[in-house]
């Protein structure tokens, strides 16, 4: 596993909000990401670049935070959730590292609504972070 040290979490308030975004878009977040939202909330990883299938160099921003007082929350990307993605991060451009139907890592480019895959899962973004 990639060693990853995660900077300025805000410790998650609720961690029953989990499981209120799974019932509310009737998703089912796996439990790498679960645990990794737990225990860093909205935080960013010492290791933050990553690679798409298209571009590269892209930079992995921070995990969106599972705090509702928070000012970028998980409660701003419903619209992503009705296109059956499930947003956990961002990059500086507004861009959003989201799961797809197979629990695949893609970038949603907010400009252009494409996807760009990254990785097979959750698990192998953060071993891919360079």
């Known amino acids: ?6 900077k300025y979490v805000i410790p998650l308030e609720n961690k029953e909000e989990i499981q209120e975004i799974e019932k509310k878009y ?6 790498d990401l679960k645990g990794c939202i737990e225990n860093n909330n909205a935080g960013y990883p010492n290791k933050n ?3 798409t299938e298209v571009s590269k160099e892209k930079i992995f921003k921070d995990l969106i935070s599972y705090n509702r007082e928070d000012e970028e929350n998980i409660y701003q990307f419903e619209e992503l959730f009705r296109m ?4 956990f991060g961002l990059d500086p451009s507004g861009n959003v590292l989201c799961l797809d139907d197979d629990k695949k890592v893609i970038l949603y480019l907010h400009e252009t609504q494409e996807k760009e895959f990254v990785a097979d899962n959750f698990s192998e973004f953060l071993n891919k972070l360079y």
């Open 84 to 87: 059956n993605l499930i947003p």
């Open 26 to 31: 009737s998703v089912l977040l796996p439990n």
């Open 49 to 51: 670049i990553f690679d």
């Open 1 to 6: 596993m990639n060693n990853i040290n995660w």
